[in-house]
């Protein structure tokens, strides 16, 4: 049996845990994987938190003299999270789990969703990770990856469309999902569509595959899911990081430090991919929402894609970086920030023309040809494409420092930018 989803991709529809193709991180996607880089790691002894690099670039001292999130739960769906870690003690809500869904919950068999949760809301206590949003709340729920190898715990473990339905069903405003497949599962399309309902907020990892198949990631490809990119300390989106117009935003992603395993003895520094970027996409949302309680998911997804990083124009796109790199800080800090309607989708056009297809790898040169974004008019804009003239490359800005500097962090050599088309 065969169908498309909303957004257009062809492909098997597979219901059920029998008829999904196991895979590995660094191979196909087939059942839902958890998506982070591929990339040897080198264990970390000392401070982890020096190498969060991210933290200074989004200068998080001046955002939680606003906001740290606090009031916001969020809903990590992954391999399960330990609340035992020194950085998620007290931040893990493990009995505000629904029962049908709660198995194992707080239980890591891998050690990848701990990382997540980490990274969104660890307090940094012992020398941990320290999260974006430690005033933020974790509402963990365990589901079935490539990585849950044991044949009972499969057999307990919830399915991920039960998981969403459950997350819908919760208080948790945010959705964060690191794990994706290519293949459509129909389930898990109607539990997006009802979180959609209950007023949620998701997001999920476009994925890891972009130098081999770059196949299209679900669910971040399905209707009312942001789907989160990679990119790295320099502004470049990684080279695995999966592209194609389902792509909506970008954070960092490239050597993030992770748990190296579910033994939480040691953390690995050249961890991260689109995983550790979903999850600090999620955290920056949860910053927003704090500090505006009344907004609706609408209002602060809006306001994500509105001040996101970038250099083309205000509603184009990048198949690479999508609206650009988060900065929840041009958020908290403006006051008078118009949040738009409360009911209207911000990804509306994203998300009623479909999936469209992912364009050819990009290449290596910096001055390579870059296609630019098209206007309404089915007209080109102009765009550069060496890196002297740099003004219209594909670059984040990322607030740097308490005084408000700004640094340009460069994406030239995957400067390729177009419009999603039109159904």
């Given at each position: 049996m065969t169908g498309t989803s909303p957004r257009g991709r062809l492909t098997a529809y597979v219901a059920g845990r029998t008829g999904r193709?196991?895979?590995?991180?660094?191979?196909?996607?087939?059942?839902?994987?958890?998506?982070?880089?591929?990339?040897?790691?080198?264990?970390?002894?000392?401070d982890v938190q020096s190498k969060q690099w991210y933290l200074d670039a989004m200068d998080v001292k001046a955002m939680w003299k606003v906001s740290s999130g606090e009031g916001v739960k969020v809903a990590v769906l992954d391999s399960g999270v330990n609340p035992d870690t020194s950085s998620l003690k007290g931040q893990v809500l493990g009995d505000e789990v629904p029962q049908a869904v709660s198995y194992n919950a707080t239980k890591d068999y891998d050690g990848h969703g701990t990382s997540m949760a980490e990274l969104i809301s660890g307090t940094g206590a012992g020398g941990g990770l320290q999260g974006l949003a430690p005033g933020a709340k974790i509402v963990p729920y365990r589901v079935v990856t490539e990585g849950l190898t044991n044949k009972v715990d499969k057999g307990k473990t919830p399915e991920v469309a039960d998981a969403i339905m459950a997350a819908a069903d919760s208080d948790a405003q945010i959705i964060s999902m690191s794990f994706g497949s290519d293949i459509i599962d129909v389930g898990v399309?109607?539990?997006?569509?009802?979180?959609?309902?209950?007023?949620?907020?998701?997001?999920?990892?476009?994925?890891?595959?972009?130098?081999?198949?770059?196949?299209?990631?679900?669910?971040?490809?399905?209707?009312?899911?942001?789907?989160?990119?990679?990119?790295?300390?320099?502004?470049?989106?990684?080279?695995?990081?999966?592209?194609?117009?389902?792509?909506?935003?970008?954070?960092?992603?490239?050597?993030?430090?992770?748990?190296?395993d579910a033994t939480f003895r040691t953390y690995c520094a050249e961890s991260g991919g689109t995983s550790a970027a979903t999850a600090l996409t999620s955290a920056s949302a949860a910053l927003i929402w704090s500090a505006h309680p009344n907004w609706t998911a609408n209002q602060v997804l809006r306001t994500m894609i509105d001040t996101a990083g970038r250099t083309w124009k205000k509603g184009e796109r990048s198949n690479y970086l999508g609206y650009g790199a988060v900065r929840p800080r041009m958020v908290l800090e403006n006051s008078s920030i118009d949040p738009g309607s409360a009911s209207a989708d911000p990804l509306s056009f994203e998300n009623g023309t479909g999936v469209t297809g992912v364009t050819a790898s990009p290449s290596a040169s910096a001055s390579a040809q870059s296609q630019a974004p098209k206007n309404s008019s089915g007209g080109q804009t102009s765009a550069a494409t060496s890196n002297s003239e740099g003004a219209d490359n594909t670059m984040l800005w990322v607030a740097l420092g308490a005084a408000g500097a700004v640094v340009v962090i460069g994406g030239g050599a995957f400067a390729v930018v177009r419009s999603r088309r039109s159904a």
């Open positions: 193709r196991v895979s590995t991180v660094c191979a196909a996607f087939g059942a839902f994987a958890i998506v982070s880089s591929g990339l040897a790691p080198n264990a970390i002894a000392a399309e109607k539990a997006v569509k009802y979180a959609q309902s209950k007023g949620k907020l998701m997001f999920a990892a476009t994925g890891n595959d972009a130098e081999t198949k770059n196949f299209v990631g679900y669910p971040a490809a399905f209707p009312y899911v942001v789907g989160v990119a990679a990119a790295d300390k320099s502004g470049k989106v990684a080279s695995y990081s999966e592209h194609g117009n389902y792509v909506d935003l970008a954070a960092p992603g490239v050597n993030v430090p992770l748990w190296c």
